[in-house]
């Protein structure tokens, strides 16, 4: 079961909301209910479900209802209509202090403009969450010094806020966050004020620690390259409802109408795109199995080199079809004949960091994981075509 | 045409009368612990020798202000002594501080309460406004009807002066606090009474501070409409003087206001300040 459904939820905001929700079902539009009815759609039957464990990326312009879905998540809004069942229970049903229950132990939120309390040291804000929650002082000031030290501000404790800069600041907010240990967290446009170079700082930093951490991402933004650098998953929202919902790459490769098509055209591909997106199957072969065999399978499968792996996928060379001939005549042994300095890449390389390799190189560059796997070969023309934003079909022979 | 005046007079007479009739046991406690409210501070001001007043009342002004402050305080204290005019000054500064006592412990709920509803706003507001502009000798009369002359009428009209300060800014204060910090107080699983005492407050504390000082100042105020209807103190003496013609000890009375006046407002804002750094 999904840690969180949402079914039909719908924020409108205004006199006497109900009036709004027979003119959604009608299929009436945001601006033709507000002309008629004065009232605002925030959020329109929003549809979606979020797995334990996974960053999920809502995203879209301002004023497209992403800031006040995240509301409606925790209720800092509360919704018009719709369930936000929480391992099946509704959130939306929850009386005051269930509600004040659940957000002190399940969902903790990090704010845009960082909403640190002034009057606070560091260590008491990282604090807040459990000294709301009633946990004794010394067990409290441990754990918010953990989180602090998790976000590596440990000796900032006792500064006020103020004395911080903006990304600090935020590492406070996200300290404040998972000091209590939450199974959710929301993340209100949490890196859109920080300058873009922090901001990317921030996203690897919040990479690095839901590596270790595993907890459930909530992540509002309305910048498509950070959804994409660090979405599982992406919602795409427009005049209040979720247009598409995808992995990073189905919205690439697959937007579903003209609104995120336009929304990806100036997504510059080679910065999103890793070597494990356009890498496809290499052809392999085992040296011990010599090169007429070799010859045979380049024959079979219509290529003119092969990739030459133990039987664990280490990658040991490559071997053309010229060299292969050359064995067979002279009897020698695969290992003897191929080349061993083969251009390799990590799957994270992003596209933009493989040109220079291409150039240098007649052969695909090899894709090996950290123990020298072979994982996947990228060819050429799939990094052109995924950069010309199609889809890389299994199917597409192109020569190495 | 000739509309007959409305009885608006009687009409507040009637409720006057009615008051005293039904509430004389309500009126006879609260009497009572102003009264003693009032006493005490006297008592405790005038129990030891007023040099060791002037020396606390300078420390005081040394440790949350400066030394300077301290030195007026002394030298100030120190004239209000030499003029004569002590004890009478304890006697005002003893209304001062029951009024604003009383205005604090009453001004600051009333204000919190205002900040949480937009409808108790919207009611009180206005009453604060016809508290403020209503010249304060006509509400000392159905004061001393209701309490007998003395210090308390005095202290209770110098209350409904001098609170309409600590509400406002109370309420402002509260109001004033960022929205995103309410947010994340409340995301965090604050209870109402946790966000106001972890947040609400201690953010809105200068602003409520400001109140404060405004208040104790408005009641000072008071010292001699207080008089009037006889209150002792400093203020009974201005009142003399005005009805005698004594300028000379007008003005000495006078001084002597102006002095405690500036040492409650320094000191006030002193602790203000105090807090924010």
């Known amino acids: 079961m999904p840690l969180i459904q949402v079914k039909q939820l719908v924020k409108v905001f205004g006199h006497d909301p109900a009036r709004a929700l ?125 989180a602090l030290r998790l976000v590596g501000l440990e000796q900032w404790a006792d500064s006020r806020p103020d004395q911080l800069s903006g990304g600090m600041q935020q590492r406070v907010g996200l300290a404040r966050a998972i000091a209590n240990d939450p199974d959710v967290l929301l993340m ?59 992995t990073p790459e189905e919205i690439l490769m697959n937007p579903a109408d003209d609104y995120v098509e336009r929304f990806i055209q100036d997504v510059d591909f080679s910065k999103v795109l890793t070597a494990s997106h ?23 499968r219509g290529v003119s080199s092969l990739y030459v792996t133990d039987k664990s996928m280490k990658l040991l060379g490559v071997l053309t079809a010229e060299e292969a001939s050359e064995a067979a005549r002279g009897n020698l042994a695969i290992t003897e004949v191929m080349q061993r300095e083969v251009p390799r890449v990590g799957p994270d390389a992003l596209l933009a960091d493989l040109f220079e ?22 060819l050429k023309g799939a990094v052109l075509s995924a950069l010309a934003g199609h889809a890389v079909r299994e199917t597409e022979v192109v020569g190495g | ?31 009572l612990i102003i009264g003693s409210m009032t006493d005490a501070f006297y008592a405790g001001l005038t129990a030891v020798p007023a040099v060791v007043i002037m020396i606390l009342i300078s420390l005081i002004a040394w440790k949350i202000v400066n030394l300077r402050l301290a030195l007026f305080a002394f030298a100030g204290l120190a004239l209000i002594h030499n003029l004569n005019l002590w004890e009478p000054s304890m006697q005002s500064l003893a ?114 501070m400001a109140g404060i000082n405004q208040t104790i100042m408005l009641s000072l105020s008071m010292v001699v409409i207080a008089s009037m209807i006889g209150a002792q103190g400093v203020g009974a003496y201005v009142y003399r003087a005005v009805t005698q013609a004594k300028t000379g000890v007008g003005f000495e009375a006078g001084i002597a206001i102006v002095i405690i006046a500036i040492l409650l407002d320094r000191l006030t804002q002193g602790a203000v300040k105090r807090k924010k750094s």
């Open chain 2, 95 to 208: 209304l001062v501080l029951t009024a604003s006592i009383l205005s604090i412990a009453l001004g600051i709920p009333i204000g919190i309460a205002c900040a949480r509803s937009n409808a108790l706003q919207h009611a009180v507001m206005p009453m604060l406004d016809f508290m403020q502009t209503m010249p304060a000798f006509v509400y000392l009369l159905p004061a001393v009807s209701f309490f007998s002359l003395g210090v308390v009428p005095g202290v209770i009209a110098s209350v409904i002066f001098a609170i309409p300060p600590t509400i406002r800014l109370t309420n402002l204060g509260i109001r004033q606090v960022p929205q995103d910090l309410v947010e994340a107080a409340d995301a965090f699983g604050s209870t109402p009474l946790q966000k106001l005492v972890k947040l609400q407050m201690p953010i809105a504390l200068p602003t409520i």
């Open chain 2, 1 to 31: 045409m000739n509309i007959p005046k409305l009885p608006l007079g009687d009409w507040i007479e009637t409720l006057e009368r009615w008051l005293e009739d039904h509430l004389d046991p309500l009126f006879d406690m609260i009497r």
């Open chain 1, 278 to 300: 356009v890498m496809r199957k290499a052809e392999t072969v085992t040296p011990e199995r010599g090169p007429r065999v070799a010859l045979q399978l380049m024959r079979d």
């Open chain 1, 22 to 146: 027979p003119l959604l079902d009608q299929g009436w539009s945001k601006e033709r209910i507000f002309k008629e009815t004065r009232l605002t759609v925030g959020v329109n039957r929003a549809d979606f479900t979020v797995e334990q464990g996974e960053i999920f990326v809502i995203m879209g312009l301002s004023g497209s209802g992403k800031s006040t879905l995240i509301r409606l998540l925790n209720r800092l809004i509360e919704p018009t209509a719709g369930e936000i069942l929480w391992n099946g229970t509704d959130i939306v049903k929850m009386s005051a202090s269930e509600l004040r229950q659940f957000r002190r132990e399940h969902m903790a939120m990090v704010f845009q403009k960082f909403a640190l309390f002034p009057h606070r040291t560091v260590l008491q804000n990282a604090a807040f969450g459990l000294e709301v929650r009633g946990i004794e002082k010394k067990k409290r000031m441990e754990l918010a010094l953990e």
């Open chain 1, 188 to 246: 209100d446009e949490a890196f859109s004020a920080l300058d873009p170079l922090i901001r990317k700082d921030m996203q690897d930093e919040l990479l690095e620690l839901q590596g270790k951490m595993h907890k459930t991402i909530i992540f509002i933004t309305h910048d498509l390259d950070e959804a994409l650098r660090i979405g599982d998953r992406i919602a795409l929202m427009k005049d209040g409802a979720i247009v598409q919902i995808g």
């Open chain 1, 357 to 378: 390799q291409m150039a240098e190189s007649r052969l695909p560059l090899a894709v090996v994981d950290d123990n020298n796997r072979l994982l996947g070969i990228v």
